[in-house]
Nanobody
Framework: QVQLVESGGGLVQAGGSLRLSCAAS????????MGWFRQAPGKEREFVAV????????DYADSVKGRFTISRDNGENTIHLQMNSLRPEDTAVYYC?????????????WGQGTQVTVSS
C-alpha cells in the first residue's frame, strides 16, 4: 500500500516555472515506478512523465518534452516535476501515481491532485 500527497501547484504566468512534489508513504517506495498525470477541464486524464524505481529511466509526453523534468529521491520518498516554460495549455490538475511496473498507464495508486493554472 502506498499513499501519495502532491504539493506545489499554484497560479503562474505563461513562461514561468513551478516545481511539483509528491510525498509517498510506505517502506517499498523505492520499488515503484512513479508517474505524473494531468487532467484539464472537460478532458480525459493524460500521461505526463514517468520515472523508474532506480531513477535512471524516464519518459515524457511529447507535449512536455524539453520543458518538464521528473526526478525522484528514494531516501526522502519523494518525486518532483520541474515545469519550465509553462503554457496556458498546461493548466490542469496534476496527479502523482505509483505502480510496481514501469508504464505509461494503468497505475495502481493515485494522489488527490494539485491544481496548476497558467495565465496568458
Amino acid at each position: 500500500q502506498v499513499q501519495l500527497v502532491e504539493s506545489g501547484g499554484g497560479l503562474v504566468q505563461a513562461g514561468g516555472s513551478l516545481r511539483l512534489s509528491c510525498a509517498a508513504s510506505g517502506r517499498t517506495f523505492s520499488r515503484y515506478a512513479m508517474g505524473w498525470f494531468r487532467q484539464a477541464p472537460g478532458k480525459e486524464r493524460e500521461f505526463v512523465a514517468v520515472v523508474s524505481w532506480t531513477g535512471y529511466t524516464t519518459d515524457y509526453a511529447d507535449s512536455v518534452k524539453g520543458r518538464f523534468t521528473i526526478s525522484r529521491d528514494n531516501g526522502e520518498n519523494t518525486i518532483h516535476l520541474q515545469m519550465n516554460s509553462l503554457r496556458p495549455e498546461d493548466t490542469a490538475v496534476y496527479y502523482c501515481a505509483a505502480d510496481p511496473h514501469y508504464s505509461l498507464e494503468g497505475y495502481r495508486y493515485w494522489g488527490q491532485g494539485t491544481q496548476v493554472t497558467v495565465s496568458s
